[in-house]
């Protein structure tokens, strides 16, 4: 009986964690550097979901050309960009959101080059809800603060 009951809590623990939560995020970025910015949404985990697709899921398309795709959205220096609607993100246990920004108008090749914590990226969690911040350059590197 015990190895039984043993079994069916296993059984149940393993299922639990199994669950898919949806969150919604709403963003603001302002570009508080000199130059342009590449700006784009991935998350890190399953499930996939084109509209979190980050630059490294992209690339392995065999139909994609790195060196002649952009990935993200483009940010002048000194303009704000907006959600227009709420972005929604399937997420399955510790998968997180991120805002994630490169410096410059660059291809998709250009930013496979660039790692995490690299000076001219910045990987931003996104918290559900409202997430407003200021990209800025500090010491030479990108930085993000909340805006207010």
């Not at 490294?56 to 303009?79: F, H």
């Not at 704000?80 to 805002?99: F, I, N, P, Q, S």
Request: with cysteine; charged share 25%; hydrophobic share 40%.
């Amino acid at each position: 009986m015990k190895l039984r009951a043993t079994l069916l809590l296993l059984l149940l623990t393993s299922l639990v964690g199994c669950g898919t939560r949806a969150e919604s995020y709403s963003v603001s970025v302002k570009n508080g550097t000199t130059g342009p910015l590449t700006i784009g949404f991935t998350k890190e985990g399953e499930p996939f979901e084109d509209l979190w697709m980050s630059p490294e899921d992209l690339a392995q398309d065999r139909a994609v050309k790195p060196e002649t795709t952009s990935w993200g959205n483009l940010l002048p220096a000194g303009k704000t960009a907006t959600t227009k609607k709420d972005m929604v993100a399937h997420l399955r246990g510790d998968t997180v959101a991120y805002l994630r920004v490169y410096r410059g108008h660059i291809n998709m090749l250009d930013i496979l080059a660039i790692s995490r914590g690299s000076a001219s990226r910045v990987d931003l969690p996104l918290v559900p809800g409202t997430n407003k911040v200021v990209i800025i350059e500090r010491e030479g590197r990108l930085a993000a603060i909340k805006a207010p």
